[in-house]
DNA sequence: CTGAAAGCGCTTACAG
DNA sequence: CTGAAAGCGCTTACAG
């Protein structure tokens, strides 16, 4: 077999496979694709015969049979130095490439940067380039989905704004309750007056972990006034706390909405000589990798970003098998104590 | 025209628009690749037809007949972590994917985070499946090239290790003239007793920048014995800089291998109460985003990450185009002076 | 359980 | 400059 192999210029084909162990090309295509009505022997031979041979499926052929694409995109509508900076969305994508990459789908990268690219994504989307969209966002909105007019399904991470009767699929936390228990946290080890680094205010998941604190500090009879927005970045966090100093210099908690921002918060603290946690204690949403790695490793709200990405793939991939498949997933976050709170 | 486009349940084809514009498939294959030899009549007819019936090519049936897949892969061979984590590669990636954006190729992904996945890597792309590979990654080596068997182009970022009669194709930059050049400005600057936290020793980006710090020192007199070993991380940088500090003391300057690096030493600096630059200056190398936004804006050794990347993906373009392609390009670098030395 | 045959939607020599 | 025809490598009813 070896020369033979050697031999051959171009790759094998079905053809090449079916002959190889005795067959027609419509059986050992059955073989490839796991149909259930065929002989063990068969089986056996076809499956010897691909060993043999180092064969593999030519992906256009195959696709332009079965009218399936065998790939599923993964959409960034997001400023992309701010995506990658954003340990979040690392973890996301990492979740979504695992599954992806024990599938049968590959994973098509669309990033969304400039305005006008946007049409060309949409285009590129609906003209049956893909199986499925995967979009990953801190603030895409339904006018995406509308846009698609349901050309193919689509998993969004992060609940879509405006998600009402959309019918969208996404997978997400539930941010108010986790910033409440997170809060709740920081309430119960006697801080009493707790400030807040919130995320942007057009995006769910700013808004709710905004909500979350003010839930928590209500029922405590806190007072829920010490806030001031940021964006999710450390850039945004530190700028955030040098106001919240300036303005509220008697706090003695900060809840940051992201990991990111408790950094940048935290640097800000430091540089004022101002320690964490003993004069104030600060607390991160997110439990990225740096959390634990911190110089005062840092008390947080843990959301499970990979299973997060991991659990989107497998939405499409099951949507895409005409499985059913609930619209929302809804994972578990976890308050993880550390040193900062 | 409208309604018979609502009527329609399935997607126009060459077919289709070859009738509308009265011409044969083959014509209207031909303007639709831009053959030179069509009438200006024809091509005006075609163009029409494919407008009015918001035609899009079937990917795959072109891939088939054409022996072409229209994809490039972008293989991270990279802990992601660390991948994601690192500016320099989204900048990178923000590149590839602009050009790839403008071009007919969609942009495939490949994060080879486990061990056994790149033997699938492999296999993917061996199988057919990409008309080019992008590799983005400090440390790639050779055996991916002799994996790949010549099966298929491929350009790495940043010089492959082992780059010998490899014939490998790459975009990098100078990192020993670019660092010697970062710390002759240290030097012109005043500093003396000038350490460095160096990237990893087993890779080209990290051993040529420790290289052009010994060199300028060598140049200038002066002592290159301080030096310690990071992996272009935050918190690498963080640790670097604490045996640092313990083992000399008497620095007065610090060169890190990547603004990440400095940002972590940075940190340690400011929780030491040294001052930056005053008592310390810092140089990094990267000129990632965060640089300018760094409380003590960092001076830096800028390197044009994207410009990178564009230039891997215009490489990959090229070189599939059968056009002549130097096996590496070089790009500029340039000191950016800002407060921290 | 298996095979012959049609068909997926393009591109590309080959003639003219 | 243009068309008829073959072919790219699969999948999938349709028979048997």
Redesign the interface.
């Known amino acids: 077999m070896a020369p033979d192999r050697m031999v051959r210029a171009t ?1 094998p084909t079905l053809e090449d496979v079916a002959s190889a162990a005795g067959v027609s090309r419509s059986t050992a295509s059955r073989v490839i694709n796991g149909s259930p009505h065929v002989s063990p022997t068969v089986v056996r031979a076809v499956h010897d015969a691909i060993d043999r041979l180092d064969y ?1 499926p ?4 195959r ?2 049979a079965n009218r399936r ?1 065998g ?1 599923i995109a ?1 959409v960034v509508p997001e400023d ?2 701010r ?3 954003d ?1 979040y ?3 996301v ?2 979740g979504i ?2 599954v992806l ?1 024990d599938s049968d789908y ?6 969304a ?1 400039e305005i006008e ?1 946007s049409a ?1 994504t949409i ?2 989307l ?4 893909v199986d499925a969209a995967l979009i990953v966002s801190h603030h895409a909105g339904d006018h995406i989905l509308d846009a698609l007019g349901g050309a193919l399904p689509v998993v969004f991470g992060g609940r879509p704004i405006a998600d009402g009767d959309s019918g969208a699929y996404y997978v997400d936390v539930d941010n108010t309750d986790a910033a409440r228990r997170g809060v709740q946290h920081l309430i119960d080890s006697g801080r009493e007056r707790i400030a807040h680094i919130a995320g942007p205010a057009d995006m769910p998941a700013g808004v709710d972990r905004l909500e979350g604190w003010r839930l928590a500090l209500d029922g405590a009879g806190l007072d829920a006034t010490r806030v001031v927005h940021g964006d999710f970045s ?2 945004g966090g ?1 700028a955030a706390m040098r106001l919240l100093l300036e303005r509220f210099p008697d706090l003695d908690a900060v809840f940051a909405a992201s990991d990111l921002t408790a950094f940048g918060a935290m ?2 603290l ?2 004022s000589g101002i320690r964490v946690p003993r004069d104030v204690a600060v607390l991160g949403f997110d439990d990225s ?2 959390a634990a ?1 911190h ?1 005062v490793p840092l008390t947080t709200v843990r959301q499970p970003a990979v299973d997060m990405g991991r659990r989107m793939a497998t939405m499409a991939i099951d949507l895409l098998a005409g499985r059913e498949v609930p619209h929302r997933a809804i994972m578990d976050t976890e308050v993880v104590v550390r040193a900062s709170a």
């Open positions: 790759a593999v030519n992906r256009a052929a696709s332009l694409t790939a993964l992309t130095t995506f990658f900076g340990p969305f690392s973890a994508m990492r490439s695992e990459h590959v994973l098509t990268l669309q990033l940067h690219s060309k285009r590129y609906r003209g049956g380039n450390r850039s530190s640097s800000v430091a540089g990798p740096a790695e110089d």
